[in-house]
């Protein structure tokens, strides 16, 4: 029995000494969808993390900023981006797709900026919101701090890169973590979500 015991012990000590994954961090568990300029559709809009983690933010129908909003599990640094949306909703105005490589390490360097920006306001309620506008996407991170119900008091020198900046609506910080431009179409993308 000892020598089991030993065997046991000595394969729990051995496995975790090596790991072939290295720790990761999830930084959002709270997502957004919406658009600051009016109706549009999201069918299919998809975040890839640098952990191979993915992240669904087609959230169909929005028309406001920051928008629906869902649990999406945790997503860590993103690092791709791709999917198809369409402005208007009763009739489709213009088709957009993209597909995009988001600069992971930058963003990991934004996130850590606003991590560390309040003297004191954790990040409990961190989301990353995804706002289209016609062609126009925008990756953006925020750990919701509003000067109504919180202290969002700064630190001093916490933003020496002027990466933090006011939310589209201007109510709170945000970090932007991609801002691109989809391709534009008259008719559906043929693979598409809307291509019938």
Same mark, same amino acid.
């Given at each position: 029995m000892l020598k089991w015991l030993?065997? +046991? /012990? *000595?394969?729990?000590? !051995? /496995?975790?000494?090596?790991?072939?994954s290295p720790f990761t961090e999830n930084f959002a568990e709270i997502g957004n969808a919406g658009s600051t300029t009016g109706p549009h559709i999201i069918k299919r809009m998809t975040v890839t993390d640098t952990n191979g983690g993915r992240t669904n933010f087609a959230y169909g129908a929005v028309s406001s900023y920051p928008g629906k909003s869902a649990d999406i599990g945790a997503i860590g640094i993103p690092n791709f981006i791709q999917g198809y949306w369409s402005k208007g909703w009763d009739s489709?105005?213009?088709?957009?797709?993209?597909? !995009?490589?988001?600069?992971?390490? +930058?963003?990991?360097?934004?996130?850590?900026? /606003?991590?560390?920006?309040?003297?004191?306001? *954790?990040?409990?309620? !961190? !989301?990353?919101? +995804?706002?289209?506008? *016609?062609?126009?996407?925008? +990756?953006?991170?925020? /750990?919701?701090?509003?000067?109504?119900?919180?202290?969002?008091t700064p630190r001093k020198n916490a933003d020496p890169n002027g990466w933090v900046v006011r939310s589209p609506d201007n109510t709170t910080e945000v970090v932007v973590l991609f801002d691109g431009t989809g391709e534009a179409s008259d008719t559906p993308f043929p693979g598409s979500p809307y291509d019938k």
């Open positions: 030993t065997i +046991l /012990l *000595g394969s729990c000590i !051995a /496995l975790s000494a090596c790991s072939f489709y105005e213009k088709y957009y797709h993209i597909t !995009a490589s988001i600069d992971s390490k +930058l963003a990991e360097k934004k996130i850590s900026t /606003l991590r560390d920006y309040y003297k004191n306001h *954790g990040d409990s309620l !961190a !989301a990353m919101e +995804l706002t289209v506008d *016609g062609p126009r996407v925008r +990756l953006i991170y925020t /750990l919701s701090c509003y000067t109504k119900f919180d202290d969002c």
